[in-house]
């Protein structure tokens, strides 16, 4: 089974604090991404990367970076948090765009930014 | 830009009947997925369909795909209590469009299944 791991299931941060949220897959798939899902918004796209040391703009990524030294791990980059970044972040991972593009999800990291 | 929308946004559903989620997206899309997510959950894959007409089933699920009409349903059959939870549509972006590879999401339909 693929398995997606991130690092964090709950954080609290104050405002401007750096923030790290980590996310590892174990079945070498080449595409990585990150969603922030809020409540009547769906999820929304931050940041994908289909490569290693490769990163593309989602519909939002204002306010966030990623980093992608390693194939099976994809982080996510809060610089200075802020009140509005409050979400649920989720990490997802497929194959290659040649194939079905399923996505397979991570458990979620909820973080809040007081 | 693709854009996916979906309806209802909630559905209150009693046991043992028949529903219809829909799921319209705005331009050309080559894959079209089903999740669903329970509360506190991450989201799990239902179903992934490939080409005009496909056509597939899991129980009480039925998912379909009318690339013409750019429109997917996802059918419920005799809804039992299990099935409350929300379930997301998405769109990916076709080759050779601005949204190649990216998936979109619709918002979502809360479904609650009652006696």
């Known amino acids: 089974d693929v398995k997606v791991t991130q690092s964090s299931r709950y954080l609290v941060k104050r405002t401007g604090e750096k923030v790290f949220l980590e996310c590892v897959q174990d079945?070498?798939?080449?595409?990585m991404f990150w969603y922030r899902q809020d409540p009547g918004l769906g999820l929304r796209l931050i940041y994908f990367?289909?490569?290693?040391?490769?990163?593309e703009k989602g519909d939002i990524p204002e306010g966030y970076s990623v980093s992608r030294e390693k194939k099976e791990r994809f982080s996510l980059i809060l610089e200075s948090a802020s009140t509005n970044q409050t979400s649920m972040y989720l990490c997802?991972?497929?194959?290659?765009?040649?194939?079905?593009?399923?996505?397979?999800f991570g458990e979620g990291s909820r973080l809040t930014v007081l | 830009e693709l854009k996916v929308e979906q309806n209802p946004l909630f559905l209150s559903m009693q046991e043992g009947k028949n529903y219809t989620i829909y799921c319209n997206y705005s331009t050309t899309s080559d894959r079209l997925y089903w999740y669903r997510q329970d509360p506190g959950k991450s989201l799990e894959s239902l179903f992934v369909?490939?080409?005009?007409?496909a056509v597939k089933q899991e129980g009480r699920l039925m998912a379909s795909l009318d690339t013409k009409a750019r429109l997917s349903t996802l059918h419920i059959t005799a809804a039992v209590h299990d099935l409350s939870a929300t379930y997301f549509c998405a769109a990916r972006g076709a080759p050779s469009t601005d949204s190649w590879g990216k998936l979109q999401f619709g918002a979502g339909t809360q479904v609650v299944v009652t006696p």
């Open positions: 079945m070498d798939h080449e595409n």
């Open positions: 997802a991972s497929s194959e290659g765009t040649g194939r079905s593009g399923e996505l397979f």
């Open positions: 369909l490939l080409s005009n007409g």
């Open positions: 990367s289909y490569d290693v040391k490769m990163k």
